[in-house]
């Protein structure tokens, strides 16, 4: 869509939605697992979520 002055103007209409149909939209993505990092984990130098992810692709849990 063009608007005056020459401004372009782009939208869709697309929605994302849950496999169960509920939308994410004004809500946001829901995390499968919760992580809450202990105070060692915030200040140590590894990635404490990204080993927490890793933990759960290898083990499932």
Known sequence: ???PGAYQFNFTGNGIF???GRET???GIIP???FKPSV???IGEEDAQLQRAIKYIR???
């Open 40 to 42: 060692e984990d915030l």
């Open 32 to 34: 499968d697992i919760s």
């Open 59 to 61: 083990e499932g849990k």
């Open 1 to 3: 869509m063009t608007l």
């Open 18 to 20: 849950y496999p169960d």
């Open 25 to 27: 939209q004004r809500i």
